[in-house]
């Protein structure tokens, strides 16, 4: 018979209950890692103040496995209405886009909650009393904000600009629109009282409207029209003749990537239409760039010297070879002066944009605050770079034919958020007087340096 020590079934029962321990606390540590796992996680940016429709998107995230529900509730007093909900197929992310409707759902001004409503399927050994995922205070305004337009330019023509001034009180934001365009104001004057700038394109359709939009940071909006009358105006056409030895020239500095076996006229169509359109974008961009505070001086001043030889909105059709190959207006001035002449900025503001610009070669663009701008292209040389505060007069660089140009000169423009208008206006100190610094004085605004001197009134510098 075989006997076993004592030692050895001591040895034993100990293995045993250090199995069971082991066991057992890998058991509750294995539970308590499954409750101490996070539940869902959520992100939603709701805004400080909620109006008529407020939209906005919450993202519902489980830290493990997938979210199995989610709802988005809004609550005030002991009123809770569910917004939107999600009780389809579960998924790791989960993305509800929704708009706040208050009225709709019966809610009045004052304090509000939103709460998200939402639960992973990860197993826990115990749940809890549900409740929210996370709870975003807010503030319900219906009421949209006072909007009165003091003063504005009281006659404009296509191709030309205007000003408007208002007092918007507590508006974040008041934009003029022309049509479909939109063009902000700025802060300036006396609190809530706003000043913009705004630009009829040369080819608007007459009885456009013309209007005011302000809205306060809960997106309630109000519209108010514009006082103006606006007058016909007529532009002039014109026509080029494309000639081989200009196809030579500047359709290969234009168009590098020009397959070999395309005829010239062909890649002068793309840059004269495509590198146009895109130069045209690019001043819509850098017209965002614009100060927020008015850096002009008086009126603008045309290069001494200089004489107009193409005119604004000036309709060109070209030819090539006794036939016509593509119509394009030209949106700016031609001025001719002797070669590579000296360059002045046309009035005080901050270079936004030095360098090539497609069909506008070698060019600078000055802005001038509430976004006006200035455009200076064909440089054969630029004095300047991105950044440089200039005066009015100071040397911005050297006309030249670079870009799409048949000979050496200067093209000039005017922009209003980048929308092209006639520089004629702007060399006018009578003109700046009567509808720019005169809406200003009328809205009770300092005008101070705005307004034209003693020597703009005597004739804009030539």
């Given at each position: 018979m075989?006997?076993?020590?004592?030692?050895?079934?001591?040895?034993f029962?100990?293995?045993?209950?250090?199995?069971?321990?082991?066991?057992?606390?890998?058991?509750?540590?294995?539970?308590?890692?499954?409750?101490s796992?996070?539940?869902?996680?959520?992100t939603?940016?709701?805004?400080r103040?909620?109006?008529q429709?407020?939209?906005?998107?919450?993202?519902?995230?489980?830290?493990?496995?997938?979210?199995?529900?989610?709802?988005?509730?809004?609550?005030q007093g002991?009123?809770?209405?569910?917004i939107?909900?999600?009780?389809?197929?579960?998924?790791?992310r989960?993305e509800?886009?929704?708009?706040?409707?208050?009225?709709?759902?019966?809610?009045?001004?004052?304090?509000?909650?939103?709460?998200?409503?939402?639960?992973?399927?990860?197993?826990?050994?115990?749940?809890?009393?549900?409740?929210?995922a996370?709870?975003?205070?807010?503030?319900?305004?219906?009421?949209p904000?006072?909007?009165?337009?003091?003063a504005?330019t009281?006659?404009?023509?296509?191709?030309?600009?205007?000003?408007?001034?208002?007092?918007?009180?507590?508006?974040?934001?008041?934009?003029?629109?022309?049509?479909?365009l939109?063009?902000?104001?700025?802060?300036?004057g006396p609190?809530?009282?706003r000043?913009?700038?705004?630009?009829?394109?040369?080819?608007?359709?007459?009885?456009?409207?013309l209007?005011?939009?302000?809205?306060d940071?809960?997106?309630?909006a109000?519209?108010?029209?514009?006082?103006a009358?606006?007058?016909?105006?007529?532009?002039?056409?014109?026509t080029?003749e494309?000639?081989?030895?200009?196809?030579?020239?500047?359709v290969?500095?234009?168009l590098?990537?020009?397959?070999?076996?395309?005829?010239?006229?062909?890649?002068?169509?793309?840059?004269?239409?495509?590198?146009r359109?895109?130069?045209?974008?690019?001043?819509?961009?850098?017209?965002?760039?614009?100060a927020?505070?008015?850096?002009?001086?008086?009126?603008?001043v045309?290069?001494?010297?200089?004489?107009?030889?193409?005119?604004?909105?000036e309709?060109?059709?070209?030819?090539?070879?006794g036939?016509e190959?593509?119509?394009?207006?030209?949106?700016?001035?031609?001025?001719?002066?002797?070669?590579q002449?000296?360059?002045?900025?046309?009035?005080?503001?901050?270079?936004?944009?030095?360098?090539?610009?497609?069909?506008?070669?070698n060019t600078?663009?000055?802005?001038?605050?509430?976004?006006?701008?200035?455009?200076?292209?064909?440089?054969?040389?630029?004095?300047?770079?991105?950044?440089d505060?200039?005066?009015?007069g100071?040397?911005?660089?050297?006309?030249?034919?670079?870009?799409?140009?048949?000979?050496?000169?200067?093209?000039?423009e005017?922009l209003?958020?980048g929308v092209?208008?006639?520089?004629?206006?702007?060399?006018?100190?009578?003109?700046i007087?009567?509808?720019v610094?005169?809406p200003?004085?009328?809205?009770?605004?300092?005008?101070?340096?705005l307004?034209?001197?003693?020597?703009?009134?005597?004739?804009?510098s030539?």
């Amino acid at each position: 018979m075989l006997v076993v020590p004592r030692r050895s079934r001591t040895k034993f029962w100990v293995l045993l209950v250090l199995v069971l321990v082991v066991a057992l606390l890998a058991s509750v540590s294995y539970l308590i890692w499954r409750q101490s796992v996070p539940g869902v996680r959520v992100t939603a940016s709701v805004p400080r103040f909620v109006g008529q429709k407020t939209p906005l998107t919450v993202v519902v995230e489980a830290a493990r496995g997938r979210v199995a529900t989610a709802s988005v509730r809004m609550v005030q007093g002991g009123k809770s209405i569910a917004i939107t909900r999600h009780d389809g197929a579960a998924m790791p992310r989960l993305e509800l886009p929704l708009t706040l409707e208050p009225t709709a759902a019966g809610f009045r001004e004052g304090g509000a909650t939103v709460e998200v409503w939402a639960r992973d399927d990860f197993w826990r050994p115990w749940r809890g009393q549900e409740r929210a995922a996370a709870t975003f205070p807010t503030t319900i305004d219906l009421t949209p904000p006072p909007l009165e337009v003091a003063a504005a330019t009281p006659y404009i023509l296509p191709g030309g600009a205007g000003l408007v001034v208002v007092r918007a009180g507590d508006a974040v934001r008041a934009d003029a629109r022309v049509g479909s365009l939109t063009f902000p104001t700025f802060p300036m004057g006396p609190q809530g009282t706003r000043v913009g700038f705004f630009a009829l394109p040369y080819d608007i359709p007459s009885g456009t409207s013309l209007s005011v939009t302000a809205a306060d940071e809960a997106g309630n909006a109000v519209t108010r029209g514009i006082p103006a009358e606006m007058l016909p105006r007529r532009f002039r056409r014109d026509t080029i003749e494309v000639s081989d030895a200009f196809l030579n020239a500047k359709v290969p500095e234009l168009l590098p990537q020009r397959p070999p076996n395309q005829p010239l006229v062909e890649g002068f169509l793309v840059i004269n239409r495509d590198q146009r359109k895109f130069a045209e974008e690019e001043k819509r961009r850098v017209a965002l760039k614009t100060a927020d505070k008015p850096l002009w001086e008086g009126a603008f001043v045309q290069p001494r010297n200089t004489k107009v030889f193409s005119n604004f909105a000036e309709a060109r059709t070209y030819r090539y070879q006794g036939r016509e190959i593509d119509t394009q207006v030209h949106v700016g001035f031609d001025l001719a002066s002797t070669k590579q002449a000296v360059v002045p900025a046309a009035n005080k503001g901050v270079v936004v944009y030095a360098g090539p610009l497609t069909i506008y070669g070698n060019t600078v663009i000055v802005d001038h605050g509430l976004g006006l701008q200035t455009l200076y292209g064909h440089l054969s040389s630029v004095a300047v770079k991105l950044g440089d505060a200039v005066a009015k007069g100071q040397e911005l660089g050297r006309s030249g034919a670079t870009g799409l140009a048949l000979g050496d000169h200067l093209h000039y423009e005017v922009l209003v958020h980048g929308v092209s208008v006639t520089p004629i206006e702007w060399w006018d100190a009578k003109w700046i007087r009567d509808r720019v610094s005169g809406p200003l004085k009328a809205a009770g605004i300092d005008v101070g340096s705005l307004e034209p001197s003693g020597e703009d009134r005597a004739g804009r510098s030539r």
